[in-house]
């Protein structure tokens, strides 16, 4: 019976040593995920936007930037141009059309299709400015000025070609800066929503600044890279260099 009683006792100790034991490593394990989580919080890697904190890691830093308003309005809507192609870009986001690259007759996808260089005519559009208007007539006149028509205008195609929006924007835009420098709001100035950028040689592409900002002051890239049109972190992230920095029309 003693003899009963004795590994009785001694499994019950075993049993609530055991439990201890569990609780010990099941603390540790959330004390070392609870760190993790920190330590990804506090290097703020910057694709997830991630706010920095102060040295007490209790207030969230944002950088603030400036918003410049340039006084031009073309389609007289009390509307600056520049926050016009923005909202315009915003607009073909929300549509969500889907990415095909496809000749059209009359030049215009639907709606609902497009490539990158459709956020940008239609993100001018929303200011009042006709694009492929302006490149038809432009081409005509200086066709050796555009890459892409090799002497032979086709304006169902032409306006829709990232190395001739290219072409046209160097002729009519104002350059900007493509040095982006996280935190430092007197560069990121220079940064403002309704600006167009294009990227090359390689995987050459064109998109819209963005009117949001990550915490850092980095503005955000709207475009059209598939399956559709997408707001995200691409001044940063696409694959080839930032070839240029355009804000259309010129300031006067």
Known sequence: MNKIKLLTTY?????KEGK??????????????AALLLG???RRYHY???????PQGLVEQRCVVEKVVLDSDKD???IYDLDDIVQGARKDLEARPLYKDAYYAGGYPPENEGVCTDVIWRALQNAGYDLKRMMDRDIQAHPDDYPRVAGTPEPNI???RVPNQEAFFKKYAEQLTTEIKPWDAENLKQWQGGDIVVFGPSNDHVGVVSDKRRADGVPFLIHNAGPSTREDNGLLSWPSPLKYHFRYPKAN
């Not at 499994?11 to 049993?15: M, P, S």
């Open 11 to 15: 499994e019950t100790r075993i049993a």
């Open 20 to 33: 201890t034991w569990l609780w010990v490593v099941k603390s540790l394990l959330l004390i070392a995920a």
């Open 40 to 42: 990804l919080f506090q």
């Open 48 to 54: 997830f936007n991630l706010p920095r904190l102060d």
């Open 76 to 78: 007289g809507d009390g």
């Open 158 to 160: 032409d306006f829709r």
